[in-house]
């Protein structure tokens, strides 16, 4: 299978699964099938044997040995198989945890902004269902195959020793067959590929809908996003059934040909009689029923390598880490803002962010701050200008060596379902108790409990206590650099004195770059050593 961006399927399973494990369920595989094809031959042979030797009235022929042959290729089959499934079983969810727990690193060599391109469901996507395809090569690609072409392989070798033309007919048929499963696999594979744009499309218009559900009541707009989520839902039935229909046909158009070349090989068998007794033509005829059984499976197989290698091309960037920049570290902690654009102002912002300090920005509703903030953290692309951490390019650091330096807290940050302890470990996982309750005296939330959940994205907690939530995480990071986004917003004026007191205390050598609403301005506009007006020039420079 080519590469698809550089890397491949088999690649990125070497990468996860042992290979003696992987050479283990193949081979398991492939003498089961073996075994199979040969019960069916010798089963037939022997019951054609028996009823001619019945009839014949010869009472000198044993049965006894091609019985105990049966017997035992029924029972080496069985045990080849249930030994196949459990190695494979244990390989594929072995492979997918350790192909998550890579991908899952190698997300951190995204640039920010690239890593925010994935938060509409593609990175879950990439992470579930394709680490989950490529996971499941062994037990539902490689092993067939490679007992598929091991068991046809074998009959043909056989039926070309017993009799050449018998080998050369099925030869024929099986390349024609072969040809059958190319050109429907093609027409299946186009089917495929629309249902997974679609899913994929469904995937996010589901998220979407989840994350403003609210503001979707609010503006009576659910039955619309039900509607539109329908839509898309049919569309994927669509392509997959569309996809169902090309391979049913394709193994149609095999059947009929393992019809043909069993038929064929009967004729000819019967034909070279009494060279060859019935008993053997039984047999072989048989073989080419197992080897036809198995042939069945190449569409099927050939819609999972294909799956597997579409899979690989989107998982590459995060198995090869990106961009080749992200693995520079920022260690000092100075942002360098040159020339960037600011909303509402002809004058471009150039500003020296490094710790200790205290920047402001602000302005009225839908200014920019949240979008100023996001250029500053490398999370939105600027339009013009220079954002510089450490003298390299913030847009050319992975989101793992930015997050070393810079956080981002937004005005409506994510919290996991879980307690409030779990969201905070998820900046300190070491962090104990005292420090976990010390992060929340911060930010004013050290009445609640450790373990109170918080709900889905927070739900539990008023708007108020979700970001206080999250500036107590960002806290427990000790950032050079932390940009909070309105971190006082909807709380009263003794609570927002008290957080924006504390802050700098807590993190005396962080140089902290806050949005605030004009009215909150005066809680801080004081003790600033710079105020960026939207819609006007710097007010102080950096000290």
Same mark, same amino acid.
């Given at each position: 299978?080519?590469?698809?961006?550089?890397?491949?399927?088999?690649?990125?399973?070497?990468?996860? !699964?042992?290979?003696?494990?992987?050479?283990?369920?193949?081979?398991?595989?492939?003498?089961?099938?073996?075994?199979?094809?040969?019960?069916?031959?010798?089963?037939?042979?022997?019951?054609?044997?028996?009823?001619?030797?019945?009839?014949?009235?010869?009472?000198?022929?044993?049965?006894?040995?091609?019985?105990?042959?049966?017997? !035992?290729?029924?029972?080496?089959?069985?045990?080849?198989?249930?030994?196949?499934?459990?190695?494979?079983?244990?390989?594929?969810?072995?492979?997918?945890?350790?192909?998550?727990?890579?991908?899952?690193?190698?997300?951190?060599?995204?640039?920010?902004?690239?890593?925010?391109?994935?938060?509409?469901?593609?990175?879950?996507?990439?992470?579930?269902?394709?680490?989950?395809? /490529?996971?499941?090569?062994?037990?539902?690609?490689?092993?067939?195959?490679?007992?598929?072409?091991?068991?046809?392989?074998?009959?043909?070798?056989?039926?070309?020793?017993?009799?050449?033309?018998?080998?050369?007919?099925?030869?024929?048929?099986?390349?024609?067959?072969?040809?059958? /499963?190319?050109?429907?696999?093609?027409?299946?594979?186009?089917?495929?590929?629309?249902?997974?744009?679609?899913?994929?499309?469904?995937?996010?218009?589901?998220?979407?809908?989840?994350?403003?559900?609210?503001?979707?009541?609010?503006?009576?707009?659910?039955?619309?996003?039900?509607?539109?989520?329908?839509?898309?839902?049919?569309?994927?039935?669509?392509?997959?059934?569309?996809?169902?229909?090309?391979?049913?046909?394709?193994?149609?158009?095999?059947?009929?040909?393992?019809?043909?070349?069993?038929?064929? /090989?009967?004729?000819?068998?019967?034909?070279?009689?009494?060279?060859?007794?019935? !008993?053997?033509?039984?047999?072989?005829?048989?073989?080419?029923?197992?080897?036809?059984?198995?042939?069945?499976?190449?569409?099927?197989?050939?819609?999972?390598?294909?799956?597997?290698?579409?899979?690989?091309?989107?998982?590459?960037?995060?198995?090869?880490?990106?961009?080749?920049?992200?693995?520079?570290?920022?260690?000092?902690?100075?942002?360098?803002?040159?020339?960037?654009?600011?909303?509402?102002?002809?004058?471009?912002?150039?500003?020296?962010?490094?710790?200790?300090?205290?920047?402001?920005?602000?302005?009225?509703?839908?200014?920019?701050?949240?979008?100023?903030?996001?250029?500053?953290?490398?999370?939105?692309?600027?339009?013009?200008?220079?954002?510089?951490?450490?003298?390299?390019?913030?847009?050319?650091?992975?989101?793992?060596?930015?997050?070393?330096?810079?956080?981002?807290?937004?005005?409506?940050?994510?919290?996991?379902?879980?307690?409030?302890?779990?969201?905070?470990?998820?900046?300190?996982?070491?962090?104990?108790?005292?420090?976990?309750?010390?992060?929340?005296?911060?930010?004013?939330?050290?009445?609640?409990?450790?373990?109170?959940?918080?709900?889905?994205?927070?739900?539990?907690?008023?708007?108020?206590?979700?970001?206080?939530?999250?500036?107590?995480?960002?806290?427990?990071?000790?950032?050079?650099?932390?940009?909070?986004?309105?971190?006082?917003?909807?709380?009263?004026?003794?609570?927002?004195?008290?957080?924006?007191?504390?802050?700098?205390?807590?993190?005396?050598?962080?140089?902290?770059?806050?949005?605030?609403?004009?009215?909150?301005?005066?809680?801080?506009?004081?003790?600033?050593?710079?105020?960026?007006?939207?819609?006007?020039?710097?007010?102080?420079?950096?000290?």
């Amino acid at each position: 299978m080519k590469p698809v961006n550089g890397i491949s399927p088999w690649r990125l399973l070497c990468a996860a !699964a042992s290979r003696r494990t992987l050479l283990t369920g193949v081979l398991c595989a492939a003498a089961a099938e073996v075994s199979g094809a040969a019960l069916l031959g010798v089963s037939g042979w022997f019951l054609t044997t028996c009823a001619v030797v019945t009839l014949q009235a010869n009472t000198t022929w044993s049965w006894m040995y091609p019985s105990g042959a049966v017997r !035992a290729l029924a029972l080496t089959r069985t045990g080849l198989r249930y030994l196949e499934r459990l190695v494979n079983h244990r390989t594929l969810l072995d492979t997918q945890v350790t192909l998550r727990a890579l991908l899952a690193r190698g997300a951190a060599g995204l640039t920010p902004r690239q890593l925010r391109a994935e938060r509409d469901g593609t990175l879950l996507t990439r992470l579930t269902a394709d680490v989950e395809t /490529v996971a499941g090569l062994p037990a539902n690609a490689l092993a067939p195959l490679t007992a598929a072409l091991a068991t046809a392989g074998l009959v043909d070798v056989l039926l070309l020793w017993a009799m050449p033309i018998l080998g050369l007919t099925e030869l024929a048929v099986w390349a024609v067959g072969l040809a059958c /499963v190319r050109r429907f696999h093609f027409r299946a594979r186009t089917h495929l590929a629309d249902a997974a744009a679609a899913r994929a499309a469904l995937r996010t218009v589901l998220l979407d809908s989840r994350t403003a559900f609210n503001e979707l009541r609010c503006l009576d707009a659910v039955p619309l996003a039900r509607r539109t989520a329908t839509c898309t839902m049919a569309a994927v039935e669509s392509a997959e059934w569309a996809a169902a229909r090309a391979e049913r046909q394709g193994r149609l158009a095999l059947r009929l040909l393992a019809a043909l070349g069993q038929a064929a /090989v009967l004729v000819i068998a019967l034909r070279a009689a009494p060279a060859q007794p019935i !008993a053997v033509a039984v047999g072989e005829v048989l073989l080419i029923a197992a080897g036809w059984e198995l042939l069945e499976r190449f569409p099927r197989l050939a819609q999972h390598l294909s799956q597997a290698k579409d899979a690989a091309g989107r998982l590459a960037p995060l198995a090869t880490g990106a961009h080749p920049a992200g693995r520079q570290q920022a260690t000092e902690g100075v942002l360098d803002v040159v020339g960037l654009p600011l909303v509402g102002s002809l004058t471009a912002l150039t500003l020296n962010v490094a710790g200790p300090a205290l920047i402001l920005i602000t302005g009225p509703n839908g200014s920019g701050k949240s979008t100023l903030l996001g250029q500053l953290a490398g999370r939105e692309p600027a339009p013009a200008g220079t954002v510089l951490l450490d003298n390299t390019p913030l847009h050319d650091l992975s989101a793992e060596a930015a997050a070393e330096t810079l956080t981002l807290v937004e005005a409506d940050d994510w919290l996991a379902d879980d307690t409030i302890a779990a969201n905070l470990r998820q900046a300190a996982p070491s962090a104990d108790a005292a420090a976990l309750r010390a992060a929340l005296e911060v930010v004013g939330l050290s009445a609640l409990p450790l373990q109170t959940p918080v709900g889905p994205g927070g739900r539990l907690l008023s708007q108020g206590q979700r970001r206080r939530l999250a500036t107590a995480r960002a806290v427990l990071r000790r950032p050079r650099i932390l940009l909070l986004d309105e971190p006082v917003a909807g709380l009263d004026r003794a609570t927002a004195e008290a957080l924006l007191a504390a802050l700098p205390r807590a993190l005396p050598q962080t140089a902290l770059v806050i949005a605030l609403q004009e009215q909150d301005l005066g809680l801080l506009e004081g003790a600033a050593d710079a105020v960026v007006r939207l819609g006007r020039a710097v007010e102080r420079a950096c000290a």
